[in-house]
Each structure stands twice: as structure tokens, then as C-alpha cells.
């Protein structure tokens, strides 16, 4: 491709020094709140983004005071897992240094809101003390790389968890800029020692999202990644992956070139050295043919959709020197989180907390953040983070359930999980206003009392312990991957949705729009007839998602 043709970001990736650019520098500046603009971009592949508070724009604005800039630190955290130290360690961060609201995201992991520039270094670096980074957790690099969270059934688990965190550093980008520029450690002397045979100077065309599920569960969504990979396991051993390519849910309203894309199964991998070659060669061939003029158009789905599933598969093949074997057999039978008390085959006790749109804090109905906090710093669990915003304490020992169990009463934590619905508990929403540069509506400050009048109307159609699943997002990128709910609401304005409906409740299909742009007495409205004809007329064990599509209200 021509140089001129290149998007504006493949020119500072190219001459940022390997994701060095300009940041020391717009640190020191203290005139501003922000970093230099082609920092703007370079943050992001060291785990940051920078925001300003959107609800007191105006009111900066009109008073001509500069926006109020903050910046948002994502952690790396592969397969979500976290010691109890490292949490009592984040709880501290994000007392000292942030809003004090710690999120949990729907890729696995946690990110701090409101950080003030000069607190970055430090915050930084006391997760660093933690042994915890924001190495690629954003930018166009391999992402977080997520796994089936739920309590280990069976011994595979680990065996499969292990390879979120191989397939992470596997994929990490070679560049020492994070520990120079966060961690004040010395220049690297040889250059050489950055050379990434995998990333180059331009880095992906785009952000890349791995995810690995181990059916019966889907709670990673996988077909909404770029690349997806699903456990096997045959006679009790696990054999290798099926791999799934060119999954994503953003798109971009009034640009029909744009869409929502699940990810299509090409075949099976097993062996440790062939799986870690294929996903490395899916990347570069992304790496190769991604579209860098337009990045709109950049994510791995286009590049699949560019090449032909077949074209790429053969690409990928080529490189890899072996080829695919047929896809193998599984099932998927659940999407979301098991709350409450698991026991595994070692039996060692899990709970699965309701975390609702991740966020932990303190408020009148739950002492979430307490709880977590007195849970960790008795040492009896571990945290695990779900890609449906939740958190599994777990690898908790017989001996130690009752203590565990104790503080989580004692909080209000376990009243909370079990008192909340269904419908609640399967609802996931972005993070929207106040912090979203890209929001056009409310999300997760607004869905809970949005539920809160939809439950009355499942009560009244007598389907409020039907597990239907709910999401929102503020805008059409799909952070709450609402294109794969039953039914999805997706900011357009203000107070604005679309409404879309079908998804099924496994995450194998798309929904599809059914109202444009509704308010919420639109959206109460649509909702309380499609539940009268819901109750009435479906089949016994027919999902909302299933009844919908086989009435025809919508055609996918
Ligand atoms: Fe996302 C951009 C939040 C998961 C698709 N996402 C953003 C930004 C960073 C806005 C921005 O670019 O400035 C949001 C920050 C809001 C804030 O204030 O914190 C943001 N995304 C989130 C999180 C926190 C939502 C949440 O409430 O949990 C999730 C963090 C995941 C993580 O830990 O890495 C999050 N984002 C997703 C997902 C879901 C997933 O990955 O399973 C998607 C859809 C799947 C996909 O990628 O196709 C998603 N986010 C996007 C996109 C659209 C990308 C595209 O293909 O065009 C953007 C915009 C962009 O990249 O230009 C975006
Ligand atoms: Fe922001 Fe849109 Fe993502 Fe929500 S879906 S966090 S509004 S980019």
C-alpha cells in the first residue's frame, strides 16, 4: 500500500520508536492534563486511554475552562485470574489514585477510571509492585486474552486456562518502552533486543481479541473474537482447539460497510507447537493483508471477508507448513456465570459473586468493595474475573468455605447475588457516559433501573425466572457485546436505542434490529407485548431469542 494511503495512526506507530513517541515528555508538561496528540494514540498500546469527563464538558466549556482530563488504566489479567494480594493491591490503587470504582470488564479484567496524569507513574508502578501490568491491554496488538471462567469441573481446566496466559506473552509486543517510560528503568543499549518479528514498526492493523472457551460453556463469547479457539477434550483428555476466525460486533451506524461478524469455525489444531504456530500465523496474516487506509474497515473480519474464509485458512496454512484437520465435536449449553457455591473434582469451593456491570464499590444495598476487600485480605480465595463482569472466589478449601462464606453474608454480598434476577444477573452494559469518549447514550449508569421496569412486566406475562438475556451498549461498537444477546439495546442519542432481538442464549447467533432510535416508554412498550405473546405462545423450553426468530418478528 502506498504510504499516502495510510491512516493517520500507521504513521505514529511507524515513527514512534517502538511505542515510545513523545509520552516523557507530555508528562512533564504540566500547562495541560493531556498528552501530546500522537501519545494519545501511542498510550493506548501501553494499557491507557485518555478521557475527560463528558458530564461537565459543557459546563467547562461555557465557563472556557480546558476539559477535565482523566485517563483510564486497563489491565492485562489472562484468563482473569488475580491472588488475593494482587486484589488487596488494586483495592489500594484504585482508593489512591482513581474514581475508587473498580470495573470489571467484559474481557476478563479490571480497569481504574479518572486518573490524573502526574498519578499515572505511580499507579503504574504500584501494580507493578503487585506484578501486575497494562502491557497491550489496548491498542492495535493482541488483547487481554480470555477463557472460560467457570469453576473447574475437572482437572482439564487448568490445563486449558494455562493457555491464556502462553497464547498473552506469546503475543506480547517486544518493546521495552513500558518499563522506561512507567517504571523509570534505563534505556535498553541495544535496540536489537526490541526487534518483533510478529509486530514489526507497524504493529496489527487494528486491535486483535483471542478467546478460548472450554464448552459446555460460552461465557467467553466466542464467536464475537477475532480469533476463537474451543476446547476439545476427548476421553477425558484435552486434544487440541477448534479454531474459529473473524468474529466481531462493532459497527458503525449509517456505514453499511460496516458490521457485526461472528467468527467461522476453519477446523482443529492439537499440539502444543502447531496450536501456538496457527495463532501466530493468524496474526500475521492479519498483520499482511489488514486494511491500513481505513480502520473502519481493519479488524480481522473484513480481512477474512477480503480474502474468503477458505483464502485465509489456506494463507494461514501455507505459513504454518501443516494444514487444519476437520473441526471436532462439542456443545455449547450455558452462556452465563454459575452463581453461588461450585465445588470442583479436587473439592475446592467456589462463589460466584453478581457483580452488576462489573463494577465494584460500596453502596446502600451491598458492601461489595468492603467484602472483597476483608475476602482478600483473609487470604482464603482467589479472584477470578468472567467476561460476563462477575468474579469467582475461588480455590477455596473445605476448611476455609465457612469463613468465606461469613464475610460475604456479613456484607450483604450473597443476599445480593441470590435476590438479584435472572434477567439482572444475564444483563451485561459498557461502561458509556461519563467516562466514554464514543458514547452517544447511557449504559451501565442507566440499565439497572431500566431492569428494574422490565422485571415488573416479566412478573406480569409470568416469565420472571426466565433467564433471558439483556445487554447494552451506548453505542454500536459492542462493548457489552449487545449484537449477541436476546435482546440488545444500542445507543443512537440520548435517552435513544435501537432494539434488537434474536440472539439465541448460547451465543451462536446474531440479533437483528427491530425498533429504531426508541425511548424507554418505546422500549417498556415493545417489551411488554413481545413478553404477553412470549408467555402465550412459545414452546416449552423455547428461549425468547428462538421465539422471536420462529415467529418471524425478525429474519437473520
Ligand atoms: Fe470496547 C472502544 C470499553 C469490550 C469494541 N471500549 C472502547 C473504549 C476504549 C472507548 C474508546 O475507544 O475511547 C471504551 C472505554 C470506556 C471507558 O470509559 O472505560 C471501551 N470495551 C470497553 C469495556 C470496558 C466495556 C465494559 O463495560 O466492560 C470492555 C473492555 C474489555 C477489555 O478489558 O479489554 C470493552 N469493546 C469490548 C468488546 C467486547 C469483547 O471484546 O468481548 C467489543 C466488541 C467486540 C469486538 O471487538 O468486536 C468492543 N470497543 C470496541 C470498539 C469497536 C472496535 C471495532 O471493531 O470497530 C471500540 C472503538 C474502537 O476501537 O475504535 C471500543
Ligand atoms: Fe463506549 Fe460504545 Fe464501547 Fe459503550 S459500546 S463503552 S459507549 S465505545
Known amino acids: 500500500m502506498s504510504e499516502k494511503n495510510l491512516s493517520h495512526i500507521e504513521k505514529i506507530k511507524t515513527s514512534s520508536d517502538a511505542l515510545r513517541g513523545t509520552i516523557k515528555e507530555s508528562l512533564l508538561d504540566e500547562i495541560t492534563g493531556a498528552v501530546r496528540e500522537q501519545d494519545h494514540a501511542l498510550i493506548k498500546f501501553h494499557g491507557m486511554y485518555e478521557q475527560d469527563d463528558r458530564d461537565l464538558r459543557e459546563e467547562r466549556g ?43 470488564t467484559t474481557r476478563q479484567t479490571i480497569q481504574l477510571h479518572g486518573i490524573l496524569k502526574r498519578d499515572i507513574k505511580p499507579t503504574l508502578q504500584d501494580f507493578n509492585e503487585a506484578k501486575l501490568d497494562s502491557i497491550a491491554a489496548c491498542g492495535d496488538v493482541n488483547r487481554n486474552v480470555i477463557c472460560s471462567a467457570h469453576p473447574a469441573q475437572s482437572p482439564l481446566h487448568k490445563e486449558i486456562h494455562a493457555y491464556a496466559d502462553k497464547i498473552s506473552e506469546a503475543l506480547l509486543p517486544k ?44 461465557d467467553v463469547d466466542v464467536f464475537g473474537n477475532d480469533l476463537g479457539l474451543i476446547a476439545i477434550v476427548e476421553d477425558g483428555k484435552f486434544v487440541g482447539f477448534n479454531v474459529a476466525i473473524g468474529g466481531g460486533l462493532s459497527a458503525t451506524h449509517g456505514n453499511p460497510a460496516t458490521y457485526p461478524r461472528l467468527a467461522t469455525e476453519i477446523g482443529f489444531v492439537g499440539g502444543d507447537e502447531k496450536i501456538m504456530k496457527v495463532i501466530y500465523e493468524v ?85 461489595m468493595k468492603t467484602a472483597l476487600l476483608k475476602v482478600a485480605e483473609s487470604g482464603k480465595a482467589q479472584f477470578r474475573f468472567t467476561a460476563n463482569q462477575n468474579l469467582i472466589l475461588g480455590d477455596i478449601a473445605e476448611t476455609d468455605k465457612t469463613e468465606v462464606e461469613e464475610i460475604l453474608t456479613e ?42 421496569k422490565i422485571e415488573p412486566l416479566l412478573t406480569k406475562h409470568g416469565i420472571k425466572d426466565d433467564e433471558i438475556s439483556l445487554r447494552m451498549t451506548g453505542c454500536p461498537n459492542g462493548c457489552g457485546r449487545s449484537p449477541l444477546a436476546e435482546i440488545g439495546f444500542i445507543g443512537t442519542g440520548y435517552g435513544l436505542y435501537n432494539m434488537h432481538i434474536g440472539g439465541d442464549r448460547l451465543g451462536n447467533r446474531l440479533n437483528v434490529k427491530y425498533r429504531d432510535s426508541v425511548n424507554e416508554e418505546g422500549i417498556l412498550n415493545e417489551l411488554d407485548g413481545l413478553f404477553e405473546s412470549y408467555s402465550a405462545n412459545r414452546f416449552s423450553d423455547e428461549t425468547f431469542g428462538d421465539f422471536v426468530i420462529r415467529q418471524k418478528l425478525v429474519t437473520v
Open 411 to 452: 456484607y450483604g454480598v450473597i443476599r445480593h447475588t441470590e435476590s438479584a434476577s435472572p434477567i439482572r444477573k444475564a444483563s451485561i452494559a459498557c461502561v458509556a457516559f461519563n467516562t466514554c469518549p464514543l458514547a452517544l447514550a447511557e449504559a451501565q449508569r442507566y440499565l439497572p433501573a431500566l431492569i428494574s
Open 175 to 218: 518493546t521495552k518502552a513500558y518499563y522506561e517510560v512507567w517504571l523509570d528503568n534505563e534505556a535498553i543499549a541495544d535496540k536489537k533486543d526490541e526487534d518483533d518479528p510478529l509486530y514489526q514498526d507497524r504493529y496489527l492493523p487494528r486491535k486483535f481479541k483471542i478467546a478460548i472457551a472450554i464448552p459446555p460453556d460460552n
Open 283 to 367: 496474526l500475521t496474516v492479519q498483520r499482511d493483508f489488514g486494511n491500513r487506509a481505513d480502520r473502519k474497515l481493519a479488524r480481522l473480519k473484513y480481512t477474512v471477508d477480503k480474502l474468503g474464509v477458505e483464502g485465509f485458512k489456506k494463507e494461514v496454512e501455507a505459513r504454518c507448513g501443516f494444514e487444519l484437520e476437520p473441526a471436532r465435536q462439542y456443545e455449547f449449553k450455558q452462556r452465563s456465570d454459575h452463581f453461588g457455591w461450585q465445588q470442583n473434582s479436587e473439592g475446592l469451593w467456589y462463589y460466584t459473586v453478581f457483580i452488576e456491570n462489573g463494577r465494584v464499590l460500596d453502596s446502600e444495598e451491598v458492601a
Open 62 to 104: 461555557q465557563k472556557k475552562l480546558d476539559k477535565l482530563y482523566s485517563f483510564m488504566i486497563r489491565l492485562r489479567i489472562p484468563g482473569g485470574l488475580i491472588s488475593p494480594e494482587q486484589w488487596i493491591a488494586s483495592h489500594h490503587i484504585a482508593g489512591d489514585y482513581s474514581t475508587g470504582v473498580i470495573k470489571i
